[in-house]
Each structure stands twice: as C-alpha cells, then as structure tokens.
C-alpha cells in the first residue's frame, strides 16, 4: 500500500508558527530584552532553543510515526482466561468486527474515516499532524505537547520582558506576537490538560464520549458504569506530578499504561509504546491480583 504524504495545509501552518516564534523570540524578545552577545542573551538563545528543539523533534515524530496497525492475523481468542474482557458491538452483543477492513477489531481500537484503517487505541484523527494519535505515537504526541506549552509561555514571557526595555519598538510585531502566543498559550494548555486527565483516567478521548453514553444508560437502569481500563491514577501514570518535580531523574516507578516506566525517558523519548497494542490490563484484572493470598 502506498503511504499517503503527511505533508498538509495544516501542517504547513503548524510548521510556519514554530518557524515565526522561534525566529522572533530568539532575534527579536531576547535581543531586544538582554542582546544576543551578553551572558543571559546567551543563556536564554540556548535555553529557548533546546526547548524549541525537542518540541520540533516530537511533533515530526508523531507526524511521521504510524500510530498502530492491526494486524491482517488478529483473531480475538474468547476462550483466554487470561483475558477476562472483549469488547462487544454496542448492538447485537457480537465481538467487534470491521466491515471496512474485514478483520476483528482489538480493544480500544477503532475505524479511522480519514486513514481509511482501523488504529490500535485510537485516540483521535488529528489534522494538525495530519496523521491519527493512537497506541504508537500517543506518548511523543503528549510530549509534543507539554514542550508546546512551555515554549509559548517561555517565548511569551520573553516577549514581555523585552516590553520592559522599549515599550514603543517594533509595536506592531509585539501586538500581532503577543496575540498570537497567547491565544496559543491558553489553547495548548487546555490541550494539554485534557490529555492528562485522560491519561489519569487512562482513557482516550473516544473512549471517554463512549464513557459518557454508557454512563447514562447505566444509570438509567439502576447500575454503576465504570471505565475497565481504569487501573487508578497511580497505576495510569504515576504520576504528572512526579514529573514535574523529578523529570530529571531516571526513577522506575513502577508500570505505566502510556508514557512508560521511566520519567526521564519520558522527555528525551528514548521509551516507545507499551505493549503491542492487542490487549490491555484492565480493573478486573488488578482487582483479582489483589485478592490473591501473599
């Protein structure tokens, strides 16, 4: 099968913004605040850099990096006592069967109108990147994110400070620059926001509208609904806030279902993806392991 280009009008915008900010943070917010040939000019370049570095390495990452494929073999084995969940049709109670491509679908996976495939923990169909976030690529999406944000709002303070030093320079490329990081700031943090509440939640965003319906239908017919993949937040990441606090470290914290089990592995992406995207633990699972004797 011939692989479609990744190359878009969106992604041609997303390419144009980091190009803009970085030119004009760099030359522009920092020459103007410190001077480029200064000791915090320097310190702030590199800085600034390194950050608009990784974020530009993550996002061609999950620009370029399949995000899960079915295998043309998959079967789903009902009789795996290992396995003590299968997703169902919503009608009909028959396992999940694609039409499309003509294979069983896994757990979590779901049908792709754009990609025209079905995708292993399928997220989204994101035209930002022109490509789905799904089981593959959904960890160096979320790090593309969180790099995102820190460069706007580094870039966005830098552009305030350099207000600071001469407030009528360049007043028009400030305005049209501050609008535009701040509109980015405010989106990319509720972005990111959301992408770590599902994470905690260890949901994707179609499993948690699916959530919402099934929720509702429960409720109306006197029962509790609750996600199955939901292990609790230790167990989903271990958490964001350890991160933030230790992401230097090389600390294993135990088994993580999406960024892996390693924080600073987390950022420089040297972990991929967990598992083969086939199967996931679910609650009933760590509920047994937990009844067993010790």
Known sequence: MKRK?????PVSVVVLVIAYIYFSTLFVFVDRWFGL???????????FTAVAAMCVFSYTVSLFTDPGRVPSTYMPDIEDSQNPIHEIKRKGG?????QKCS????????HCRVCQRCVLRMDHHC????????????KVFFVFLVYAVIACIYSLVLLVGSLTTDPQNDEEQSVISGMLLILLSVALSVLLGWHIYLVLENKTTIEYHEGVRAMWLA????QVY?????LGAYENLTTILFYLILMALDIYLGSLQVLGPSIFRWMCL????????LRFRTVYEYSAAESLPK
Not at 5 to 9: A, P
Not at 127 to 138: D, F, K, L, R, T
Not at 226 to 230: A, K, N
């Open 219 to 222: 409720e109306k017919g006197g």
């Open 103 to 110: 294979h069983y679908k896994p757990p979590r996976a779901h």
């Open 127 to 138: 035209i930002w990147i022109n490509n789905c976030v799904g089981h593959a690529n959904y």
């Open 226 to 230: 609750s996600h199955p993949y939901d």
């Open 5 to 9: 280009s990744r190359f878009s009008l």
């Open 94 to 98: 028959d396992l999940r069967y694609c």
């Open 270 to 277: 040297a972990s991929g993806h967990i598992g083969s995207g």
């Open 37 to 47: 040939t200064t000791s915090p000019g320097i310190i702030n370049a590199v800085v």
